[in-house]
T-cell receptor
Framework: KNEVEQSPQNLTAQEGEFITINCSYS?????LHWLQQHPGGGIVSLFM???GKKKHGRLIATINIQEKHSSLHITASHPRDSAVYIC??????????FGTGTSLTVIP | DAGVTQSPTHLIKTRGQHVTLRCSPI?????VSWYQQVLGQGPQFIFQ???????GRGNFPDRFSARQFPNYSSELNVNALLLGDSALYLC????????????FGPGTRLTVT
């Protein structure tokens, strides 16, 4: 069983749609990270959070520590949002666990 | 400001050989971590170093080793290469460790033949 589970695995949306990607984890965590990976490999950190909610532009990340669940929301999606979105957690044992990723395609 | 840099960009090695990959963190960052990403899969955590000491290790065999230098740059070494070691090796730096925002380098693509 993976320490971090993401859903959905694949997601296709029309431009302008509201998108939600979910992440559940089974270990105690110090922080939860949302990452974006474009084809070719480069990974960019979108959010790091340990409680509550953060917002950057059209992206919103929330975390519920009690339920061990986080969501990444994209408002007014755009084709340039097409990428793989990865949830990862760091825990008190100095480990870093990755989810399997959600491949998002936004169609114009 | 320069981001995280990795060298080389691409590398081809033969089974049984040894490889050294290098990573330079963002200026002011004292933590470096290494990840392996096999094609089509998500990354996996290999090591994390902070202040030149190993602070975290993933589930990788002893053929994998790393070190961090006084200038906070880092090397990842892999001995006795196997075909299964073919992957993208990513380095990330942060201010202090895994509980800080991670800044990833472009990666080194290793092919073992």
């Amino acid at each position: 069983k993976n320490e971090v589970e993401q859903s959905p695995q694949n997601l296709t949306a029309q431009e302008g749609e509201f998108i939600t990607i979910n992440c559940s984890y089974s270990v105690g965590i110090s922080a939860l990270h949302w990452l974006q990976q474009h084809p070719g490999g480069g990974i960019v950190s979108l959010f790091m959070l340990s409680s509550g909610k953060k917002k950057h532009g059209r992206l919103i990340a929330t975390i519920n520590i009690q339920e061990k669940h986080s969501s990444l929301h994209i408002t007014a999606s755009h084709p340039r949002d097409s990428a793989v979105y990865i949830c990862a957690v760091s825990n008190t044992g100095n480990q870093f666990y990755f989810g399997t990723g959600t491949s998002l395609t936004v169609i114009p | 400001d320069a981001g995280v840099t990795q060298s080389p960009t691409h590398l081809i090695k033969t089974r049984g050989q040894h490889v050294t990959l290098r990573c330079s963190p963002i200026s002011g960052h004292k933590s470096v971590s290494w990840y392996q990403q096999v094609l089509g899969q998500g990354p996996q955590f290999i090591f994390q170093y902070y202040e030149k000491e190993e602070r975290g290790r993933g589930n990788f065999p002893d053929r994998f080793s790393a070190r961090q230098f006084p200038n906070y740059s880092s090397e990842l070494n892999v001995n006795a290469l196997l075909l299964g070691d073919s992957a993208l090796y990513l380095c990330a730096s942060s201010l202090r460790g895994l509980d800080y925002e991670q800044y990833f380098g472009p990666g080194t693509r290793l092919t073992v033949t």
